[in-house]
């Protein structure tokens, strides 16, 4: 005696091929546990219900066609009264042993309905196909699995058996273009229980033409959205905390069109407009970016041991390229949902027209061209290096779109596939053929050793940096060293205060740097040497926590390097420096610059840091003293665009930065040339424009419009202590 009777429901729908129905409707009948047999036909098709007849099937149909699949299965639920209900995809066969897999599930009153592993039969068929089921492998193994610990396994169109009662609960399926999602929100918003069995008990029909493809793909896309934007608002209170997460997360897969076009964009943006997406040094963007890249390796990898079949594992690269260019159709699907526009429920075509597909390919191939045409365009304008790596992912985006585009060619396809498939062929490419699976194997596997190395060494690399960073300075003084933090604003004094005991005489008198709180300023200021140092007037200035910029024209003398380095020494915490040397040749000025710097090591003055001011944009590169002589850049800016001398200003030297890939670790610092009214607004731009730049210092007119340099409390704590 079964423990329960069951119902088994297929559907068909005029066009579907007749041999497919026929081939389930055959498989349905040989299901060994007890039940009754639905043919639910939307085309009242004589032919399928002289099948029907034949093999004992029940055959419905109906006069008013509502709600497309979910209104014709429950239609047909009227008639049925089994206590269970599969519901079976016309394209999908199952084993004669399915129900003996599920329904002891059932015998927990609880459980509402229980979901079998999707898979399909037809991955060879063509690229597409092979795409399109690579894409589920995870989805029908891990990612469900995991659903199924926290009661939100997802309700599939196909292979699911329902409670009827839970069905009618909800009154039946729920109508929508995905409507087995909105019927799994509606059961699970009930109180009922869902339980995936990860076996494969089915075999169905994968999309195997990109018509097909991105057909299903749109109606998924509009259905999904709309059923995150109308339906799961009305639910959320009934839902469990987990399943609030589920379904607010499973629709955003869909989003991945709109982060597909960024992705796009951003290259290509960035070399016709000369503007870089991110101000950080290329080593730097690799040490982050390589544990990012290796813990999602890792990830995938240990996912292949919840696969449902050995023939799944790899990297799933057909479905990965069918992903990307199906960018355009899930962003369509998006502005379809907020435009409210209707799709219409088209069953996906189970039958492919092998034709080449270019027409339905325009949107990527437009992409493509944009590619190019920005990588040929940048080639003429600025070929730095930051515009090389931007040329790069620009080229490797459009290489991917075009093996999508290709996938759609199966005209083209299919006549390489017969070439290479003859016996001359075959026997030349067979070496080639060993050696690439060899090689594929040593990838994969090197691949994952790469991966787990790389955050081993990226972790340990950072946490020296770290370590570092802590030794040498104190916290509040990091950003000296790194220039992570937000934008400093500072002050330029233009002339000398004669109380402080130093005669300025350099080519910038003194300078103040400012971190701006939201309730005060912290002044660092920076005074101008001339015959001894003014170490009272530093520590003053750093005890109300200041940290001095110290500019001076620097000669040749190492007898005087010494006495300022071993003075400097003294004052322990982080001093900047930015000496202005004469030289006649890049060669000798590096020599001058390096023999300064080393001085200053010898001497163990470790709390200084070197501010470096190019002798002109054009020499730059020729002068840069090396990356590890140089803290920051402190260059000239001007906020009018009209000025005169535009040589000098920021601009000019800019592109000779991004040219050298040793400059891009190092942060800048910029001096305003012209008295600014606005100064919020013209940090804003800067903060907007110049992400490098990590310190502003404005003349000192504009600053005592903005903010006092010194308090009179600290204005007098300095010069008490300088007299």
Not at 442 to 467: C, F, H, N, Q
Request: charged share 15%; glycine share 6%.
């Amino acid at each position: 005696m079964p423990l329960f009777t069951v119902d088994i429901l297929t559907t068909s729908c005029p066009g579907e091929p007749h041999a497919m129905v026929v081939q389930t409707l055959e498989a349905m009948q040989a299901v060994t546990y007890p039940h009754t047999s639905y043919l639910c036909d939307e085309g009242n098709d004589p032919y399928l219900r002289a099948v029907c007849e034949q093999l004992g099937v029940i055959h419905v149909t109906r006069e008013v066609k509502i709600n497309a699949k979910a209104g014709n299965i429950n239609h047909a639920l009227k008639q049925a009264t089994g206590e269970l209900c599969v519901v079976l995809d016309p394209d999908h066969v199952p084993a004669p042993d399915f129900l003996d897999h599920v329904v002891p599930f059932f015998s927990n009153s609880k459980v509402g309905y229980v979901q079998v592993v999707q898979a399909y039969g037809n991955q060879q068929e063509s690229l597409v196909a092979k795409g399109a089921a690579e894409q589920t492998y995870h989805f029908y193994g891990p990612l469900m699995m995991g659903m199924n610990s926290y009661n939100t396994a997802q309700a599939i169109g196909a292979n699911c058996t329902f409670r009827r009662a839970a069905l009618d609960s909800i009154g039946g399926h729920a109508a929508g273009l995905t409507e087995d999602m909105h019927t799994a929100m509606q059961l699970h918003a009930a109180g009922w229980q869902s339980v995936y069995v990860p076996r494969v008990l089915s075999r169905g029909l994968v999309p195997s033409t990109l018509g097909a493809f991105y057909s299903q793909q749109l109606k998924w896309a509009r259905g999904a959205f709309e059923l995150l934007f109308v339906v799961y608002p009305r639910l959320f209170r009934q839902f469990s905390w987990r399943q609030r997460l589920h379904y607010a997360i499973l629709p955003l897969y869909f989003l991945s069109g709109l982060i597909t076009l960024i992705d796009l964009a951003v290259p290509i943006y960035s070399l016709a407009f000369s503007v870089y997406p991110w101000h950080i040094s290329l080593p730097a963007f690799v040490l982050h970016l390589a544990p990012l890249l290796g813990i999602g390796l890792l990830i995938r990898y240990k996912a292949q041991r919840w696969l449902r079949d050995p023939s799944e594992r790899g990297l799933h690269l057909a479905g990965g390229f069918l992903r990307v260019g199906t960018w355009w159709v899930y962003l369509l699907g998006l502005v379809y949902t907020f435009l409210r526009v209707r799709v219409p429920y088209i069953p996906t075509p189970k039958e492919g027209n092998y034709e080449n597909e270019l027409r339905i390919c325009l949107p990527n191939i437009f992409a493509i061209a944009a590619c190019a045409i920005a990588v040929k365009f940048a080639g003429y304008v600025d070929w730095s290096p930051y515009s090389r790596l931007m040329a790069f992912l620009a080229t490797v985006n459009a290489a991917i779109l075009l093996v999508a585009v290709v996938m759609g060619q199966h005209v083209w396809a299919r006549t390489i596939m017969t070439d290479l498939e003859s016996q001359f062929m075959r026997r030349l490419l067979s070496p080639f053929k060993r050696l690439l699976l060899g090689m594929t194997l040593r990838i994969e596997s090197g691949a994952i050793s790469l991966a787990a190395a790389s955050i081993v060494i990226m972790g340990l690399t950072d946490s020296a940096l770290y370590i570092q960073s802590g030794l040498t300075y104190p916290a509040s003084y990091a950003w000296l060293q790194n220039g992570d933090e937000p934008l400093r604003v500072g002050t330029q004094l233009n002339h000398p205060y004669t109380t402080v005991p130093v005669q300025f005489a350099s080519l910038q008198n003194s300078k103040l740097l400012a971190y701006i709180y939201p309730d005060h300023v912290t002044d660092v200021a920076a005074l101008t040497l001339e015959d001894k140092l003014p170490t009272s007037a530093i520590l003053t200035l750093q005890h109300q926590g200041t940290t001095p910029l110290l500019t001076w024209q620097a000669d040749s003398s190492v007898a005087n390097w010494r006495a300022l380095a071993q003075a400097l020494r003294k004052v322990r915490q982080p001093v900047l420096l930015r000496p202005i040397l004469r030289a006649t040749s890049p060669v000798a000025y590096r020599a001058t610059w390096l023999a300064l710097t080393n001085e200053f090591k010898a001497c163990g003055a470790n709390n200084v840091l070197w501010a470096w001011t190019p002798p002109s944009p054009a020499a730059l590169q020729a002068y840069f003293p090396g990356q590890d002589k140089v803290n920051w850049i402190a260059l000239p800016y001007s906020s009018n665009h009209t000025a005169s001398n535009t040589s000098v200003t920021y601009m000019a030297y800019r592109h000779q930065l991004a040219k050298n890939m040793a400059l891009h670790t190092k942060p800048v610092m910029l001096f305003m040339q012209d008295d600014v009214p606005d100064q919020k607004r013209v940090l804003r731009q800067i903060q907007e424009q110049y992400p490098e730049v990590k310190v502003v210092l404005f003349q000192e007119e504009t600053r005592r419009k903005s903010v006092p340099l010194l308090s009179a409390r600290k204005s007098r704590a300095l010069f008490s202590s300088a007299n």
